[in-house]
């Protein structure tokens, strides 16, 4: 068998979907971590600045702010281990699943899954229990590690439900700072709107940002204004739109993590050998 070959033969048993859903988590994850994480430093600044002259007034919000940062760096790390544990699981079930249908038997990996799979000998030869090539008992021990892909799966759509609810959280931010540009954009275009400019206001209070016995907790009219054009409002305002794209990111990713391991151990479970491998 040629090199070329070999390589061909060993790319029939890639899980693509599972190799493009990883790369979309960490490319997602480390949008939404990073960025979130520089918006709402900004956040912090902005609000310090402009919205309020009391530190109590706004002790409770830096207190959430930095928890959710602390929350963001074990997101990071969370997301890295388990995003390169799904693309394991999805090797071993791909693997699997075509050595079942026949497409995966001549390769080396499909060998070891084989024998883990099927409960196969590991053996060959005269010699009777001779030791298996390096490669294939990785293999073997790595679906025999892997070998439970319904707690992968069960724990997937656990993390998809809950990363639902960040997704959604992520947007609220991007509504708050939207409607604040809006606003601006308004004051900077007075034809466009009846209203007074000293009346179009961006109140913190009203969101929940800050208490309502803050002062001055909103800026109204020209000084809104100007807190629009500065750089770490426009700054915030992408990062945090950056951040939410991140987020959207993670979800599509495991939904294809989800579909394409209960495929996966759909087709494992219909031939009979889904219950232990």
């Known amino acids: 068998m040629g090199w070329l070959e070999c390589c061909a033969r060993c790319l029939i048993g890639a899980p693509f979907a599972s190799l ?25 600044r902005l609000i310090e600045t402009y919205f309020s002259k009391n530190y109590q007034d706004y002790e409770y919000l830096i207190d959430v702010i930095h928890a ?18 799904l693309l394991a699981e999805g090797f071993y079930t791909t693997g699997a699943v075509r050595q079942i249908f026949g497409d995966y038997k001549t390769t080396i990996c499909g060998k070891g899954l084989s024998a883990t799979v099927t409960g196969g000998q590991k053996g060959r030869g005269s010699r009777g229990h001779h030791q298996a090539h390096s490669l294939e008992r990785v293999c073997q021990c790595l679906g025999k590690w892997l070998g439970h892909p ?6 997937t759509y656990a993390l998809t439900i809950v990363w639902l609810l960040v997704f959604a959280c992520s947007a609220v931010p991007v509504y708050i700072y939207f409607n604040t540009w809006t606003t601006c954009q308004s004051i900077a275009f007075p034809t466009k ?33 100007s807190i629009c054009k500065t750089p770490e409002f426009q ?6 739109i950056a951040a939410f ?28 050998r889904g219950t232990k491998f």
């Open 20 to 44: 493009v859903a990883t790369g979309l988590c960490f490319f997602g994850v480390a949008l939404f971590c990073g960025c979130g994480h520089e918006a709402l430093t900004g956040t912090e």
């Open 68 to 85: 959710f940062q602390y929350v963001i760096y074990g997101t990071a790390s969370f997301f890295f281990l388990y995003g390169a544990l």
């Open 150 to 155: 319904d707690k992968f799966v069960g724990i």
């Open 193 to 225: 709107t009846s209203a007074s400019i000293g009346t179009l206001c961006a109140d913190a209070r009203m969101y929940g940002v800050l208490p309502w016995n803050a002062f001055p907790g909103k800026v109204c009219g020209s000084n809104l204004l």
């Open 235 to 240: 700054m915030t305002f992408h990062l945090f």
């Open 245 to 272: 794209v991140g987020a959207a990111a993670t979800l599509v990713s495991l939904l294809t993590y989800m579909i394409a391991a209960t495929y996966n151990f759909a087709v494992l479970k219909l031939m009979g």
